[in-house]
């Protein structure tokens, strides 16, 4: 039985999916004011949060479409990352040459072992997300096997990343001494301002242009001019502007994230995309139409590994200095959590989604500690309040989207009794 | 079921390997009460003697070459490196050149000689027993203190992005507490009777040095003084037997003494522990390959591979001089550990719930209610009870909750659960921080708030593990512990058999048929779940006492973990668990666990590595489990 198309329920189901989402925005609300942070010191720090961290959030969405769930092995192509990054310090190698090689490295690091990941999950599927969580711990370990032991004992490397008169590498990697320090975000930067200008000024010609060509809806049309028109005015209400006087944007790192929200638009669109998809859905159809259901997922987690190996190296780069234990640790609870926050759901995530969620769940995250100290006094309860959103939001909608599934089971096997 | 050919001859080639090593072991050390054999180690002995008497004369040699090399340099116009370089590199070699010389030597003895060294050794036995025995009481007396608080293993973690990462101070590590404690000497005085016993060596220890000069002239008075210590120590040092001595005369070069088969023969009897461990070894190969099939049919690959590798563990400690005696007991203290917080997961599978892992809800409630035994100052068994009754009046409401929320979300339960588990942990976290405690020993000495770890000495540590606790062959039983686990494992067993027991179960096994039996199987889960989760509460406490500390935070996160491996290492599928399962699964999981700890420290020397080992193989361990679980799991 088809539901109808009433206005009113579309609301009823989209808020229903969004609920999680919505919960964010009204807190993040209460929060910034709760603070008593400036808006330009918050906004200021949104924006460098976002700038790390979306590539690794949009890496997470070709698994879940391939409904492997929410990949948390992600932090094993961090480490990958990481890897390269030592290196490409380890010799001396400065800016952007320093990058490209540690991305270069990260590639066939990555790819093997988002390989043995792949292998791995596809032994417990259903319990994709428990096992790339200790998986995640597991690597966690061999990772410091390696860089405590093997590589002062086994690999020599330069004084320059070693602990003094200790085997292993240093806790702390400096990146300023190399320039690798904003290598990509360096290339340009603009003001906030201009960065709105042009990317309102690209979405409306396109916007245009698409429905001129009856390639766009006209709902779409109007709810995409009416958000980007809004933006616009807002920006120029007077308490606005001056927010975001501090606000730079780096122009390569964007454009880098667009690319990759276009590859993965794109790739959606063909066999492999589909193919995606169909095992997403059902595996046991895909199978039957002659899919390699174990093929297409390990294709899926080796793209997911690369790709969150590439969104570490935009992190560190950002960030500075390379944290070399405990860096590559969160990287899968936060991005997970963040892509939930957007609405994304355990087989169904967009770029937009992963967009939105990276915006709140940072967004929240910035002001917790302050909202905190106020609220009870202390800063760490802030701190913890931080972790048990992400685990919360986690479990709330691993728990709505099985409590949803159910209910549509239900609602089958009765019309079908 | 068949047995191939070729399986067959492989099998009889370890198991002839076996009984070579078996019989050489067994000659080896029956050898060691022989009279012959005494007498070729007290001639090695002898010649390690005047090996440590001509040390002196050695050293003259080189130091006169030290000083040639030293003007030679200097008039040659090295630098000052290479003259460095080439005095040492000429000491080294004049005294390698004496010690060829003198060597021959060594051998010489005399009637005397040899009465005067036995004459020494008798009287430096008595006087190392005697010490020793003194020691012993000196420390049955300090009696069984809290073990050191070793210093947190340098967290190697420092905060990521600025000031996210817990500002709490790095929790103690388990291996670090469990350590075993090293006899602690400071402090010790020698008797009256023990000093007088040490005087009355001298005399014994100049006859011999007396004997030496007559034997070897060049060697003068002062030379044999300075070298007195070494010659005492190597007639007998604390703690020598065989392989020490052997070992020494050895390193001495006494091995050129013997002739013919002799050399071999006595390294067999020095090797025979390390044989016996072998041919273990070796049998455990050998019946493996025989009933490689039988054996994976029976327990699955993945325990058999697991057996395995506990028997290569047991196998490398031994060859690796572990002390098995205080492992075995490290091993029963972990199975009574975490013995019941395995048995936790019982109830849950049994239900059909799958593996609770929202585990950490329960232990919370049990570390909640030891939290407010503390803060009222209870102490000893009055505490443990009431952290017990209390914890368990507190699991029960949250673990209903708990049970109603999994029954909302059939077949995902797992995943959903862990994160749930993880969220309340967190949640607590914060509670922990925010409760009106205000006991001075919970709370932080700056602020408000509870400590992250709780010492449990002085109040609850230990009452289990030391009630009616005895030694055996050096091995040290926690009975009260282990007798819990068993009172444990008896009331689920029983529980098992009783009519909600059995409706349970049937519930878990087939919620169709049982829905149909008329039994309400959402009920059953229900139940299922709470006990999981009271469970869970009485077994944070009984782990808290044994191990001596309370970890509050993010301490639970990893609980469920670790049971849950345990349990499907036991044998347990997601949808089959029996109590057996948990036992031996527990056993098995800790037994690795420790054991691989200590023999990769063994192996490798050098420190932070047991913490690695630990996740690697912990959480290896779980993964396994996992893809197995998964395998059998429900989709």
New interface residues.
């Given amino acids: 039985m088809t539901e109808l198309n009433r206005p009113g329920i579309n609301i009823g189901k989209h808020l229903k999916e969004y609920v999680v989402t919505y919960v964010f925005l009204i807190l993040s609300v209460i929060f910034i004011i709760v603070s008593g942070r400036p808006m330009n010191d918050i906004l200021f720090q949104i924006m460098s949060r976002l700038v790390r961290n979306l590539f690794i959030v949009l890496s997470l969405i070709i698994p879940i479409i391939t409904g492997m769930?929410i990949n948390f092995a992600i932090t094993i192509g961090a480490m990958a990352a990481q890897v390269g990054m030592l290196l490409a310090i380890n010799w001396s190698l400065t800016g952007i040459v320093g990058i490209l090689v540690s991305a270069l490295i990260t590639v066939p690091l990555a790819s093997a072992f988002g390989f043995l990941i792949g292998s791995?999950l596809n032994?417990?599927?259903?319990?994709e997300?428990?096992?790339s969580?200790?998986?995640g711990?597991?690597a966690?370990?061999?990772y410091?096997?390696l860089f405590?032991?093997v590589f002062g004992m086994i690999i020599p490397l330069s004084e320059k990343v070693t602990i003094v008169g200790a085997?292993g590498v240093r806790?702390?990697l400096d990146l300023t001494i190399n320039k690798l320090q904003g290598a990509i975000d360096g290339v340009m930067r603009i003001h906030f301002s201009t960065a709105l200008y042009i990317v309102s000024g690209i979405i409306l010609v396109g916007a245009v242009l698409l429905f001129a060509t009856k390639r766009m809806s006209s709902r779409r049309f109007y709810t995409l001019g009416g958000l980007t028109a809004l933006f616009l005015v807002v920006y120029h209400l007077p308490f606005v502007q001056p927010s975001f006087a501090n606000v730079h944007v780096p122009v390569v790192t964007f454009v880098l994230v667009g690319l990759l929200c276009l590859f993965n638009a794109g790739i959606m669109k063909t066999r492999l995309g589909q193919q995606f998809r169909a095992v997403g859905q059902n595996r046991t159809v895909a199978n039957s139409a002659g899919i390699n259901v174990n093929r297409v997922r390990l294709i899926a987690i080796m793209l997911s590994t690369v790709l969150a190996g590439w969104g570490q190296i935009i992190f560190i780069q950002n960030?500075g200095t390379l944290?070399?234990?405990?860096?590559h640790?969160?990287v899968g609870l936060y991005a997970g959590a963040a892509i939930l926050v957007g609405g994304a759901s355990i087989n169904r995530a967009t770029n937009g989604q992963a967009i939105i969620g990276c915006l709140l769940f940072h967004t929240l995250f910035v002001v917790a500690?302050d909202a905190g100290t106020v609220m009870?006094g202390?800063?760490?309860?802030g701190?913890?309040?931080?972790?048990?959103l992400?685990?919360?939001v986690?479990?709330v909608a691993?728990?709505m989207h099985?409590?949803r599934s159910?209910t549509a089971k239900k609602k089958m096997s009765a019309l079908q009794a | 079921m068949k047995i191939a050919k070729s399986q067959k001859i492989i099998a009889s080639l370890v198991f002839v390997i076996m009984l070579a090593l078996l019989a050489a072991g067994a000659v080896g050390l029956m050898s060691r009460q022989q009279a012959s054999t005494f007498n070729t180690l007290d001639e090695m002995r002898s010649y390690s003697v005047m090996s440590a008497a001509h040390q002196p004369l050695v050293d003259q040699y080189g130091k006169e070459a030290n000083a040639k090399a030293y003007e030679h340099a200097q008039a040659s116009g090295f630098s000052r490196n290479q003259r460095r370089d080439y005095v040492l590199e000429q000491e080294a070699l004049a005294r390698k050149d004496a010690l060829e010389q003198l060597r021959p030597g060594f051998a010489k003895d005399s009637p005397g000689y040899e009465q005067a060294i036995l004459a020494l050794d008798t009287k430096l036995e008595e006087y190392y027993l005697a010490l020793h025995a003194e020691e012993q009481a000196f420390l049955a007396d300090k009696g069984k203190e809290a073990p050191p608080v070793a210093e947190p293993a340098p967290e190697?973690?420092?905060?990521?992005?600025g000031?996210?990462?817990?500002?709490?101070e790095a929790p103690i590590s388990e291996d670090d507490a469990m350590r075993p404690v090293i006899d602690d000497l400071t402090g010790f005085e020698p008797s009256a009777a023990l000093t007088a016993q040490k005087e009355a060596i001298t005399p014994y220890a100049d006859a011999l040095l007396a004997e030496i000069s007559l034997i070897h002239p060049s060697l003068t008075p002062e030379m044999l003084a300075g070298a007195r210590q070494q010659v005492v120590d190597a007639v007998r040092a604390k703690g020598d037997n065989f392989k020490t001595i052997y070992d020494r005369a050895v390193a001495a070069g006494a091995d050129s003494l013997l002739t013919g088969r002799d050399p071999l023969f006595m390294r067999m009897v020095r090797e025979a522990e390390n044989l016996l461990y072998l041919a273990f070894g070796a049998l455990a190969l050998g019946l493996s390959i025989l009933f490689y099939k039988q054996m994976v049919k029976r327990m699955g690959t993945p325990r058999f591979i697991i057996l395995l590798f506990f028997i290569l563990l047991i196998v490398l400690a031994g060859l690796y001089n572990i002390a098995i005696p205080g492992m075995i007991t490290n091993i029963l203290q972990r199975l009574g550990m975490y013995g019941v917080l395995a048995l936790a997961m019982l109830p849950g599978i049994q239900s059909g719930i799958s593996l609770n892992?929202g585990m950490p809800i329960g232990i919370i409630s049990g570390l909640l209610s030891t939290v407010i035994a503390l803060e009222m100052n209870m102490t000893g068994w009055g505490a443990l009870v009431f952290a017990m009754v209390v914890g368990i009046l507190m699991a029960i409401p949250v673990g209903y909750a708990y049970g109603l929320?999994l029954n909302?979300?059939?077949?995902?339960e797992?995943?959903?659960s862990?994160?749930?588990g993880?969220?309340y942990?967190?949640?607590f976290?914060?509670a922990w921080?925010?409760l009106p405690f205000r006991n001075p020993k919970l709370t932080w000495a700056l602020?408000?708030?509870l400590r992250l770890m709780h010492n449990m000495t002085g109040n609850i540590g230990g009452l289990l593990d030391n009630f009616l606790r005895f030694n055996v062959l050096g091995v040290s039983v926690p009975t009260g512990l282990l007798l819990f686990l068993g009172l444990s494992c008896l009331v689920m067993y029983l529980f098992e058999r009783s009519r909600k027991g059995v409706a349970m179960i049937a519930a878990g096994s087939n919620p169709a048929f049982a829905k149909a039996s008329g039994i309400n199987v959402d009920h059953m889960r229900i139940i299922g779940t709470t006990l999981s989760t009271v469970i869970a509460a009485v077994g944070i406490i009984v782990y808290s006492q044994s191990f001596g500390f309370m970890s509050l935070y993010m301490g639970p996160q990893q609980m469920g973990?670790i049971a849950a491996s345990a349990i499907l290492i036991g044998g347990a599928s997601v949808s089959k668990a029996k109590v057996f399962h948990v036992i031996l699964g527990t056993f098995l999981f800790q037994g690795v666990l420790a054991m691989g700890i200590q023999v990769a420290n063994a192996m490798?020397d050098?420190s932070?590595?047991s913490e690695?080992?630990r996740?690697?193989i912990s959480?290896?361990i779980?993964?396994y489990a996992?893809?197995q679980?998964?395998?059998k799991?429900?989709?």
């Avoid at chain 1, 944290?323 to 860096?327: E, H, I, L, N």
């Avoid at chain 2, 000031?163 to 709490?168: D, I, L, S």
């Avoid at chain 2, 909302?408 to 995902?412: A, F, T, V």
């Fill in positions: 769930g791995l032994k417990m599927k259903g319990q997300t428990i096992g969580l200790i998986l711990y597991f966690n370990g061999a410091q096997l405590l032991f085997t806790n702390t960030l944290q070399t234990y405990s860096a640790e969160m500690q009870f202390n800063p760490v309860v701190e913890y309040f931080r972790v048990f992400c685990y919360g986690i479990a691993l728990v099985t409590w159910h | 190697q973690a420092a905060p990521a992005e000031a996210e990462g817990a500002v709490m892992m929320l909302r979300i059939k077949g995902s797992m995943t959903v862990t994160y749930v993880f969220s942990v967190s949640l976290c914060i921080m925010l602020g408000s708030g973990f490798i050098v932070g590595l690695v080992m996740i690697l959480n290896g779980i993964l996992l893809t679980a998964g395998g799991g429900r989709d």
